[in-house]
Each structure stands twice: as C-alpha cells, then as structure tokens.
C-alpha cells in the first residue's frame, strides 16, 4: 500500500540549532516528492518538491531536502531553525503521471522552538 | 495570499444538516482539488476537477458531492452532516497558467487554500 510515514510527531528544537525532519515513503515506484508548512490558522505552503535530477534540493525559508532512493527518504533539513519556523511539517508524495494531484500525506510533525 | 479563495473560513452547524463550501481557484488554474484533514485521519484527498469534469474521487463519502462551475470555481456540498464530519477541509488549485513561474508552477504541484473549518454539533 502506499504510504507516507513521518516518524516524529513531535520535535522541539533551540532557536539558532539545525532541523532534521524524516520522511519515509512506500510507493511503487519513485514518486514526486514534497515538503508542506502549515501555520496555526493558516493553509499549507509549498516548502519545496523533487521531481527529477539533483537529490539535494532547495526550497524558499532556507529549507532543504534530500532524496535517497535507496532509503526511500526524502528527509527535511534546515542549518539554523528561526523562531518563526515553529509549524506542522507535512511530507507528500504524488504520482508522475494520471492523476498527480491526489497526494499522500504523512500524518505531520510539529516542530516547536525554544527561544 | 496563495491566490486560492475558500469560504467560508469557519462554519458551525448541527447533525443532519447540509452545508456548502466553496473555492476559487488561482487565476488561470484549471484544476481544483478538496481534501480533508482530520485529528483522526490526517489530510486525505477527496476529489479532483479538471476544466469542469471530475477527473478522480478519493476517500469521499457519498453524502459529499462536489462540482466546478463553468467560471471553474468549485462547490463542495456536505449532507446529512454528522458529528465525524468535523474537520478542516482545503481546495487546491493546479495548473499552468500564463506567467506561471517558480516554486508552485506545473500541473503537478498543488497550491491551497486556507481552509474551511467546519465544527458539527
């Protein structure tokens, strides 16, 4: 079955510290990847996707992601985590063709920052 | 502003009622999805309309219909509520509108909205 599983639920990290959020995805073959933020009240913003080529990808705020095939991971990193990044994290993956809107969703990390 | 109008933002009402949703997509977007997150199942996919059409229907319950309009915005219509219908319930919008450029372009990348929170009594 395809799924998407965020191992943290929760995460709590010092302002200035760096951030890793995991990914862990099952799926038939290599989706499309992605990265949503949801602030509290808010929709979820876009943090950044992989399609194709370089693993190492960038994302807006600072944010990046890696894909590892061979993990199927697709795991969220930040060097320096600002108090304003405090948010559900949600990992999805989506298929490359047909319908490729109707994403997968992990069930989310909260990351709360210490001042 | 993510360019994608939801409304209302919040809505309270009683088992057995039917409430309405409604979305506007981003200018130029053809495609508009609705998904559903709850404490209890996270965010699920519901349905997605293509320029009109249903394209696909996911985890939707038949008391639930949905349709987009001519001027593509969509209505999701919720019937004989009941108390699990509470949720949050978000309209996504895709496509490759002119200008169209950066992070949240392409027909695969899904734009939301922020919400309509539905509390059921």
């Known amino acids: 079955a395809q799924s998407v599983t965020q191992p943290d639920i929760h995460i709590t990290v010092s302002e200035g510290a760096s951030l890793e959020l995991r990914c862990n995805y099952s799926?038939?073959?290599?989706?499309?990847l992605f990265w949503y933020v949801q602030s509290p009240g808010q929709g979820l913003q876009l943090l950044l996707k992989?399609?194709?080529?370089?693993?190492l990808v960038q994302g807006i705020k600072g944010f990046e992601a890696e894909f590892k095939r061979s993990q199927s991971s697709f795991n969220l990193r930040k060097p320096s985590v600002h108090w304003s990044d405090a948010a559900e994290y949600f990992c999805?993956?989506?298929?490359?063709?047909?319908?490729?809107?109707?994403?997968?969703f992990g069930q989310g990390t909260t990351l709360q920052v210490k001042p | 502003d993510s360019g994608v109008t939801q409304t209302p933002k919040h809505l309270i009402t009683a088992t057995g009622q039917r409430v309405t949703l409604r979305c506007s997509p981003r200018?130029?977007?053809?495609?508009v999805y609705w998904y559903q997150q709850s404490l209890d199942q996270g965010l699920q996919f519901l349905i997605h309309?293509?320029?009109?059409?249903?394209?696909a229907k996911g985890n939707i319950l038949e008391r639930f219909s949905a349709q987009q309009f001519p001027d593509l915005h969509s209505e999701l219509n919720l019937s004989s509520l009941e108390l699990g219908d509470s949720a949050l319930y978000f309209c996504?919008?895709?496509?490759?509108?002119?200008?169209?450029?950066?992070?949240?372009?392409?027909?695969?990348?899904?734009?939301f909205g922020a919400g309509s929170r539905l509390t059921v009594l």
């Open positions: 996504a919008s895709s496509g490759r509108g002119p200008g169209r450029l950066g992070l949240n372009s392409g027909a695969n990348v899904l734009t």
């Open positions: 799926y038939g073959a290599t989706p499309y």
């Open positions: 992989y399609f194709s080529g370089d693993t």
């Open positions: 999805a993956v989506g298929r490359r063709s047909g319908n490729t809107g109707k994403l997968i």
């Open positions: 200018s130029g977007d053809l495609s």
């Open positions: 309309y293509y320029n009109g059409e249903e394209r």
